[in-house]
C-alpha cells in the first residue's frame, strides 16, 4: 500500500513502547477489518513529526477483500492525517525496504520572518538570512559513496554507515512546495536521493548545511566533517516538521 | 492586534477553566514580556478547532516597547501556530467586539473522497455528494434579519437571539481556497457576515444546509427551520475545523 501522512501527531512510523505510531494505527485498523494481527512493514522509517508524501507498507492477508473496498474500510477507521492512497497486490516475497533501489526525501526551509500558521507544522523557520550558494557548496562533496557516522543519529542500530547520495539538491524558490504554492516567500527545498539513510541522518545533513548558510560553518568544511566520522562535527539535527519522505523508488 | 491561528490545538479563543486557550496563551506571553498582567479582548470568540485568518483582539499596556518589538517579541514566544500579524496604537475605548460593524466567517467544505492529509484540518470532508444548487435556496431565507435560536449552540449565554445577516455565499470552487490551492478538487465554500454570531451559529447553519445538500431536509424547509425558533428542528453542528474566521470589519 502507499501511504500519506502528517506526522505532527505520531511518534513516528514504528511502533514504540509508548505512543501513538503510524505502523501501530494500521496494524490496528487492519486487525480491526480481518480479524488477522498482521506485521505491516515499511520502505522507511520515518521520525516523529516526520511526514510522508508516499510512503510504502506492506503486509501479508487471507483476507478476500478487494483491495478498494479494503482501502475504504481502513480510512475510514484511520484519522484523517493518514490517508491508505492505494492497496495493490504483490508477490509474496516483496518487501518494501529490501526491494527499494532509492528513497527521496524533501526538506522545508522558509527563510523568512512571517509564515502564515497554516503552514508552521510543515517546514523550519529560519529568520537568519541563509547564504544558499555556500549550502550549494556544501552539499557537493556529500553525493556519492561515503561513511555517513557524522551524521548518524544516536540510536541508530545500522550494521554499516555507508550510504549512496544519488542527488542532493539546494534551491531557492519562491513559493512553499506541494499544496501550499498560493503562499510565496524565500523557501529553502532541499532535495536528497539515496540508497539507504541513517537515523536521523537527512536531518542532520540539513541541520548542517544550514550551519554552513548562516556563516557558522565554511562550505569548505564540510568535507572535514563528513571525513571526521564523528557526529559531535556536523551541526545539530533540524526539527522534524519540515522534513517529507517524498518517494519510494523500485 | 491582528492575529491568525490555526486552533487546532487550543480549547478555543477564550480563556476556559482547562485547556489551553488563545486568549490565555496572548495574556502568559504579554505578562511575561511587560509584567503586566492584562486582559486581552477579542472581537470575537471562536470555538475549540476553530481557525482565524484575521481575528482582531486588544489589550492596555503602558509598557513602552514600540509596537514593530512588541509583535517581534511575541512572536518569539508564541507556539508557531499563533502568530501576532500586526499591532497598532488605538483610542483608549476602542472595543475590538463592540467596535466591529460585522464579522465574516468561512467554511470549506471538500466533497470528495480523498484528501491529501496536509489539508484535513482545515476543512469537513464530506463524501455524499451534494446539491449545492439546493444550498444556495435553502440559504436564500437565511439573509435578512432573524431570531437565530434555532442555530443557536447549547451554552450560549447571548441576550438577546436577533442577529442579521449580509451576505451568505453557497459556492461551488475546483480548489482548495486561501493558501492551498494547488489542490484541486470539489470543495463547496461558504461565506457568511452578519452584525454577529451566536455560540456555534455559523457550525449549526453550514450543518443543515449539508443536511439540504444531501436531500435529507428540503430547501424549501428551512424557513419552517428558521421560524420555529427551536434547535432541535436544524442539522447537527458542522465540524469545527471547517471554520474560519476571515474578517472583522470596522
Known amino acids: ?56 507498507a506492506s503486509f501479508a492477508s487471507g483476507s478476500l477483500l478487494e483491495t478498494g473496498i479494503m482501502r475504504r474500510a481502513l480510512n475510514a477507521m484511520l484519522p484523517s492525517d493518514i490517508r491508505v492512497m492505494d492497496i495493490a497486490e504483490t508477490d509474496g516475497d516483496f518487501h518494501p525496504r529490501y526491494a527499494a533501489r ?38 557537493f562533496c556529500v553525493i556519492g559513496r561515503h561513511d555517513f557516522s557524522s551524521f548518524r543519529g544516536s540510536g541508530c542500530s545500522a550494521k554499516t554507515t555507508v550510504r549512496t547520495i544519488h542527488r542532493l539538491g539546494v534551491e531557492k524558490t519562491g513559493e512553499m512546495p506541494f499544496l501550499f504554492t498560493a503562499f510565496r516567500g524565500d523557501f529553502i527545498k532541499i532535495s536528497i536521493e539515496g540508497d539507504g539513510f541513517l537515523r536521523h541522518m537527512v536531518r542532520n545533513l540539513v541541520g548542517t548545511l544550514v550551519e554552513v548558510g548562516r556563516g557558522r560553518t565554511r562550505a569548505l568544511d564540510m568535507r572535514g566533517i563528513l571525513e571526521a566520522k564523528d557526529r559531535r562535527r556536523a551541526g545539530p539535527a533540524a526539527p522534524p516538521g519540515g522534513l517529507f519522505l517524498d518517494k519510494v523508488i523500485y
Open 102 to 139: 532509492a528513497k527521496r526525501y524533501i526538506y522545508v526551509i522558509a527563510n523568512t520572518q512571517d509564515v502564515p500558521v497554516f503552514l508552521s507544522r510543515y517546514l523550519w523557520q529560519v529568520r537568519f538570512p541563509l547564504d544558499v550558494e555556500a549550502m550549494q557548496t556544501a552539499s
Open 1 to 56: 500500500m502507499t501511504l500519506q501522512y502528517d506526522g505532527t501527531a505520531y511518534n513516528g512510523w514504528q511502533v514504540q513502547s509508548s505512543g501513538t505510531t503510524i505502523q501501530g494505527l494500521l496494524q490496528d485498523s487492519l486487525f480491526r477489518l480481518t480479524g488477522e494481527s498482521v506485521s505491516v512493514v515499511g520502505a522507511g522509517r520515518t521520525d516523529a513529526g516526520v511526514h510522508a508524501l508516499e510512503q510504502v
